[in-house]
């Protein structure tokens, strides 16, 4: 299971050298992985495969979790449009995104509230 984990980081050099650091020490492996900067903080979203490993360790490191979420990994085509076919799909299906950032591998993330009806919105 895919899981989006959001981390609130200060906005300074480093800041996202520890949760990567912390996670690579506990050998869980980074997935996905966004952050938006805004009034001195950042909200790092990272993908892992073990979130019960990745919240310890970086509970271990004194890095708080703010919120989790189960999210999709899909494999996507690196060509113009494929976004919009499946954001199509998606909105077609009545589900909002609440979750959207490519992933290592040409994988797409996406997460929604109604994750059931997103995975039939896309498979």
């Known amino acids: 299971m895919a899981t989006d984990l959001t981390i609130m980081i200060h906005d300074r050099p480093g800041a996202a050298a520890d949760v990567a650091d912390a996670l690579g020490r506990s050998d869980v492996n980074i997935e996905g992985v966004c952050?938006?900067?805004s009034d001195g903080y950042?909200?790092?979203?990272?993908?892992?495969?073990?979130?019960?490993?990745?919240?310890?360790?970086?509970?271990?490191a004194g890095i708080k979790v703010t919120d989790e979420r189960e999210v999709l990994l899909l494999d996507v085509?690196?060509?113009?449009?494929?976004?919009?076919?499946?954001?199509?799909?998606?909105?077609?299906?009545?589900?909002?995104?609440?979750?959207?950032?490519l992933a290592t591998s040409t994988r797409l993330?996406?997460?929604?509230?109604?994750?059931?009806?997103?995975r039939r919105a896309v498979s």
């Open 42 to 60: 950042g909200e790092l979203h990272v993908v892992v495969a073990d979130a019960a490993r990745a919240r310890e360790a970086l509970h271990q």
């Open 109 to 118: 993330v996406l997460g929604a509230e109604d994750l059931d009806g997103l």
């Open 77 to 101: 085509e690196d060509r113009p449009g494929v976004l919009a076919d499946i954001a199509r799909r998606v909105a077609d299906a009545g589900v909002n995104l609440a979750t959207l950032y």
């Open 35 to 37: 952050c938006t900067p």
